[in-house]
């Protein structure tokens, strides 16, 4: 026996809880390296971040209020569930919105600034959240409205979620292709090591992330239980609002935090294999030639060049 829409929207609830509740941990992380000033690559990133978790959280208690009626029905009105359903599912279109565009931005970062790596995907999110929002206006005129759905709305929802699918696949794919490109020594590495029987998922966890696949693999499913119109989809449609919301803070997270240990270990190996009378001879160096007491050498330019392509 399958799940009923009741059984299933609450299940949904209480991932979304759960996933929420990790949100919570991530999101005070990234404010703490903001304020530590470890993410000074990411600034054109702090006010779509901070929306992202205050429409989240508004999401969330949304939802919560809604489970809360489903529940205790006595007392509420048809026109306070419609409104905060047309509310919810805005602010969904808006959430999956300006996720898009954190990712777009770390793409265009990613590949030099070309115009081309963010003028098509923009386009395409900019369509994909058109449709959904009119849809949303469309299937919403008003509460007569709430318990019938149009025959239209379905194919008009799967077009708006198929678009933003091929956008965060085109995307994906583009910065998996970059990482693999500046890490391809440590892939080659790991994979050989993989071939050996030693597996570190770290790193692989670590590509994941910075690519943006585990939004991409979340939306692939969410869209597929939406176009078959299972009640799975009432499962999966309010977590995965939190995931657009959770991935790229912990993206920017994860790249601050590695940043910091790469100057860490960068830091390390000079002390470690400073000779002796290294502090005398730098000391000399310095008198002759103040300027230039650590010479830029090509591998702290090509650090450099690396750093300087993340968000």
Not at 25 to 48: E, N
Not at 84 to 101: E, R
Not at 184 to 202: C, E, I, P, Q, Y
């Amino acid at each position: 026996m399958g799940l009923s829409a009741t059984q299933a929207s609450f299940i949904g609830t209480v991932l979304e809880a759960l996933l929420y509740g990790v949100y919570c941990v991530v999101f005070p992380l990234y404010i703490r390296l903001r304020w530590q000033k470890r993410t000074t690559d990411s600034t054109p990133l702090v006010f779509p971040l901070l929306a992202l978790f205050g429409l989240c959280t508004v999401f969330f208690a949304i939802d919560f209020i809604l489970q809360y009626f489903a529940v205790f029905p006595e007392g509420r009105s048809v026109l306070t569930t419609w409104s905060l359903n047309v509310t919810a599912s805005m602010l969904f279109t808006f959430i999956d919105f300006i996720s898009q565009g954190i990712l777009i931005y770390r793409c265009w970062v990613m590949w030099n600034r070309k115009l081309l790596f963010v003028v098509v995907p923009s386009a395409l999110a900019f369509f994909s959240f058109e449709i959904a929002k009119i849809a949303v206006e469309l299937r919403n005129p008003g509460p007569s409205f709430l318990l019938s759905v149009p025959k239209w709305f379905t194919p008009l929802g799967i077009a708006s979620f198929s678009i933003s699918l091929g956008v965060n696949a085109v995307v994906t794919g583009l910065l998996t292709l970059k990482l693999y490109l500046l890490h391809r020594d440590m892939t080659k590495t790991w994979m050989a090591a993989a071939s050996r029987g030693k597996v570190n998922l770290l790193p692989v966890i670590s590509m994941l992330i910075e690519s943006g696949m585990f939004t991409f693999i979340a939306q692939m499913i969410y869209v597929i239980f939406f176009s078959l119109g299972s009640n799975i989809f009432l499962c999966i449609h309010t977590p995965m609002t939190i995931v657009y919301g959770i991935m790229p803070t912990l993206l920017v997270v994860r790249i601050s935090m590695r940043n910091m240990d790469n100057r860490t270990t960068k830091l390390q190996s000079d002390i470690l294999f400073m000779p002796d009378n290294h502090h005398s001879t730098t000391l000399d160096i310095s008198k002759k030639n103040p300027n230039n007491v650590h010479p830029r050498t090509e591998t702290d330019a090509t650090s450099h060049q690396i750093q300087s392509q993340v968000v």
